[in-house]
Nanobody, 115 residues
Framework: QVQLVQSGGGLVQPGGSLRLSCAAS????????MGWYLQTPGKQRELVAL???????NYADSVKGRFTISRDNTKNMVYLQMNNLKPEDTAVYYC?????????WGQGTQVTVSS
């Protein structure tokens, strides 16, 4: 069992930056692939960024060059650094941990990009 607790997010002006954090409790964190997803009203969650258990990363085209996902296995943490934010980045962001048939979600955090 893994529990994910998110922090960060909030309101930021276009061009600004935010960092989302996700703290994982439970065993075996380093073996999980970790991801950040976003969801807007009426739409399904979509992958923003992924970091595998081996440290490989993958990004949605819309955030490449602006967002960076990272993990610290010594602290059971995963981060999403978001730079040059745009209004279209506004969404609820979710932290995700998965391996094999196991899949866990954080509680979600609102990110609003607006002037």
């Amino acid at each position: 069992q893994v529990q994910l607790v998110q922090s960060g997010g909030g309101l930021v002006q276009p061009g600004g930056s935010l960092r989302l954090s996700c703290a994982a409790s439970g065993s075996g964190f380093s073996f999980y692939h970790m991801g950040w997803y976003l969801q807007t009203p009426g739409k399904q969650r979509e992958l923003v960024a992924l970091i595998t258990s081996s440290g490989s990363t993958n990004y949605a085209d819309s955030v490449k060059g602006r967002f960076t996902i990272s993990r610290d296995n010594t602290k059971n943490m995963v981060y999403l650094q978001m730079n040059n934010l745009k209004p279209e980045d506004t969404a609820v962001y979710y932290c995700n941990a998965h391996k094999v048939a196991l899949n866990y979600w954080g509680q979600g955090t609102q990110v609003t990009v607006s002037s």
